[in-house]
């Protein structure tokens, strides 16, 4: 079975300050990993993925993560927040072959300015 | 814009009725996913469908049911609706099933079970 668990529902970051945003993945098989974010009233959309290639994955808007078995962690990192990046945000997980995402329980990005 | 449309965007509703939910994926999309967010449950998958045909099934309840037409869109009914019902429902949709592939969603629908 596959999970994953967003530790923190609530992040505040100063404008310009680091975005850490973290995740814990449990799976009985290599996993695939995604990151989604969520503006208000709009749907989710793919901020990145891992799928077993290069554990370090950049992705959109600045964004990257890195998968670290050792931890069972993907944890989501932005070197200097944006305004724009407050949003709430969705790691899931899928096992290798599966068709559907398993999400975590999302944390909601609040940007400082 | 994903390219995934959802119809309607709202439905207030009584206990105890029926509703279909409608999505459209994005052109050249073959796959569709139902997806259900609520406050208690977080975001849940529910159903997928890959040209036509059911392909996963997740938390969906018995009263919930879906199916997607030739033409590729998908309707998902929800029915006996209960206050534990309200949520915002989303479709995805992706090219070809598969963890690999991205799927895009829509805006959602948000239910309101009065």
């Known amino acids: 079975a596959q999970s994953v668990t967003q530790l923190g529902s609530h992040v505040s970051v100063s404008e310009g300050a680091l975005v850490l945003l973290r995740c814990n993945y449990s799976?009985?098989?290599?996993?695939?990993l995604f990151w989604y974010v969520q503006y208000p009233n709009q749907g989710l959309q793919l901020l990145l993925k891992?799928?077993?290639?290069?554990?370090l994955v950049k992705g959109i808007n600045g964004f990257e993560a890195e998968f670290k078995k050792s931890e069972t962690s993907f944890h989501l990192t932005k070197p200097s927040a944006h305004m724009s990046d407050a949003a709430e945000y969705f790691c899931?997980?899928?096992?290798?072959?599966?068709?559907?995402?398993?999400f975590g329980t999302g944390t909601r990005l609040t940007v400082i300015p | 814009d994903s390219g995934v449309t959802q119809t309607p965007k709202h439905l207030i509703t009584a206990t105890g009725q029926r509703v279909t939910l409608r999505c459209s994926p994005r052109?050249?999309?073959?796959?569709v996913y139902w997806y259900q967010q609520s406050l208690d449950q977080g975001l849940q998958f529910l159903i997928q469908?890959?040209?036509?045909?059911?392909?996963a099934k997740g938390n969906i309840l018995e009263r919930f049911s879906a199916q997607q037409f030739p033409d590729l869109h998908s309707e998902l009914n929800l029915s006996s609706l209960e206050l534990g019902d309200s949520a915002l429902y989303f479709c995805?949709?992706?090219?070809?099933?598969?963890?690999?592939?991205?799927?895009?969603f829509g805006p959602g629908t948000r239910l309101t079970v009065l």
């Open positions: 995805a949709s992706s090219v070809v099933p598969g963890a690999l592939r991205e799927q895009f």
């Open positions: 799976s009985s098989v290599p996993p695939y």
């Open positions: 891992y799928t077993s290639a290069a554990t």
């Open positions: 899931a997980v899928s096992a290798n072959g599966a068709n559907n995402l398993f």
């Open positions: 052109s050249g999309d073959l796959s």
């Open positions: 469908y890959y040209n036509g045909e059911e392909r």
